[in-house]
Nanobody, 125 residues
Framework: QVQVVESGGGVVQAGGSLRLSCKDS????????MAWFRQAPGKDREFVAA????????RYGDSVKGRFIMSRTNAKNTVDLQMNGLTPEDTAVYFC??????????????????WGQGTQVTVSS
């Protein structure tokens, strides 16, 4: 059973930065694709970013492109999400997800097999 744990959420002012981390504590992360999604109150889940098993392909949602950077360190079974230029519209619970297919960067949450509990990011104006 894959266990996925996010960390790094918090409160930041608009224009600031935060770095989220996600760790797969059970299996070798290099065997999976990983992704970040977010969900704001009253809104649907939104794709943020996804990367293949070796980080060779990374895909971003339109709303974060150019501001967020996803990276992975397989030796530590972790992926990070560096979030820059944050706005109040980025306020949401951010979820890390794992796809057993190591070669895809799907933007659909239905394609992911394991999810973390989420970490809250709040951006104040």
């Amino acid at each position: 059973q894959v266990q996925v744990v996010e960390s790094g959420g918090g409160v930041v002012q608009a224009g600031g930065s935060l770095r989220l981390s996600c760790k797969d504590s059970q299996h070798t992360a290099s065997h999976y694709s990983m992704a970040w999604f977010r969900q704001a109150p009253g809104k649907d889940r939104e794709f943020v970013a996804a990367t293949t098993w070796n980080g060779g392909t990374t895909r971003y949602g339109d709303s974060v492109k150019g501001r967020f950077i996803m990276s992975r360190t397989n030796a530590k079974n972790t992926v990070d999400l560096q979030m820059n230029g944050l706005t109040p519209e980025d306020t949401a619970v951010y979820f890390c997800a794992v796809d057993e297919n190591p070669y895809l960067t799907s933007s659909s949450g239905e394609n992911y097999d394991y999810w973390g509990q989420g970490t809250q990011v709040t951006v104040s104006s």
